[in-house]
């Protein structure tokens, strides 16, 4: 980032009246996506912490004349968010921001906004863009968001990632929802879990429609679109988030407070402007602070695509 204020220099064709427009390159932004999709909250202090904790287990045979079998909790691993500040600050000497005659500066100074949006867009989707990569941990250390490899308390391997990796299709939403029907706690009991929303990156959007918003199946050369689409009945929405780096890679989420994607506020956007009393230079500053990540991974499920 260029550093300094900005001086009248920096912005000569500005000056002066006669343009007929400016052409500020910014356009249109788009909505907030985040917030569809994460849990977001507030931290009461920093760092705060979750812990993992599992229940009871299935039960015993009770023999006759025998005792009851004793069972408790189980105490798991934490997961520490600690929040991270971002800021940014404009500066202008006073001639520019007095002389500069197209509101330039002032919409220089409004995408301070737009930077802070960027910022928790860019935070928040890398738990997904990060969901294949081992160093990034919730509750489990050294096992990706999405894995092969959840090795449960009872000893059990659990996955939440198809082998190997698909892109998005009838078959391969089948057997997503398939891991989810029957998955279990890390005590062997079955567990009420299901998917209501795929994530996918923006060159999946049309596949998207087609698997899920047709009423035939659509999806194959082999059969003659007069097929029921079994996925209708599962009442699954869909969204594109533009923040996923990759293009192949899907998501299928649970409920937002059911899955465990969490954005964590513990200082919300703040706006400031002052003037500089030894040089009269405007300074205007955006500053916020939070925390992102995941600690279980249950009510996930992803694919690193093909």
Not at 117 to 123: A, F, I, L, S, Y
Not at 265 to 294: C, E, L
Request: aromatic share 10%; net charge negative.
């Amino acid at each position: 980032m260029a550093g300094g204020p900005i001086s009248r220099s920096a912005i000569g064709p500005l000056l002066t009246p006669g343009l007929r427009k400016v052409f500020y390159e910014i356009g249109k932004e788009r909505p907030l996506e985040y917030p569809i999709v994460f849990n977001v909250g507030n931290m009461d202090w920093n760092p705060v912490t979750d812990q993992q904790a599992f229940g009871l287990g299935q039960q015993p045979v009770k023999t006759e004349g025998a005792q009851f079998g004793l069972d408790e909790h189980i105490i798991g691993n934490q997961k520490a968010y600690t929040a991270v500040a971002y800021g940014s600050a404009v500066e202008f000497t006073w001639e520019s921001w007095r002389d500069e005659q197209y509101g330039i500066l002032e919409q220089l100074v409004a995408e301070q906004g737009r930077m802070t949006r960027q910022r928790q867009e860019v935070q928040a989707w890398s738990i997904l863009t990060n969901a294949f990569d081992t160093a990034f941990n919730g509750f489990e250390s050294g096992v990706s968001l999405c894995s092969l490899s959840h090795v449960g308390v009872d000893g059990v391997t659990r996955a939440n990632r198809p082998t190997p990796d698909v892109g998005l299709s009838v078959a391969a939403l089948q057997d997503m929802i398939m891991r989810y029907e029957t998955m279990t706690t890390e005590r062997g009991v079955p567990r009420l879990l299901q998917p209501t929303m795929i994530v996918i990156h923006p060159a999946d959007k049309f596949v998207a429609r087609e698997v899920l918003g047709s009423s035939g199946t659509g999806v194959s050369a082999s059969t003659t679109n007069n097929e029921i689409n079994a996925l209708i009945q599962e009442d699954l929405t869909w969204m594109v988030s533009h923040y996923l780096t990759s293009d192949t890679a899907w998501f299928a989420l649970a409920a937002k407070g059911v899955h465990d994607l969490n954005f964590l506020w513990r200082d919300p956007p703040m706006f400031d402007a002052f003037d500089d009393p030894w040089s009269k230079n405007a300074v205007f500053t955006a500053y916020q602070r939070f925390a992102t990540g995941y600690g279980a991974w249950a009510g996930v499920d992803g694919s690193d695509g093909a």
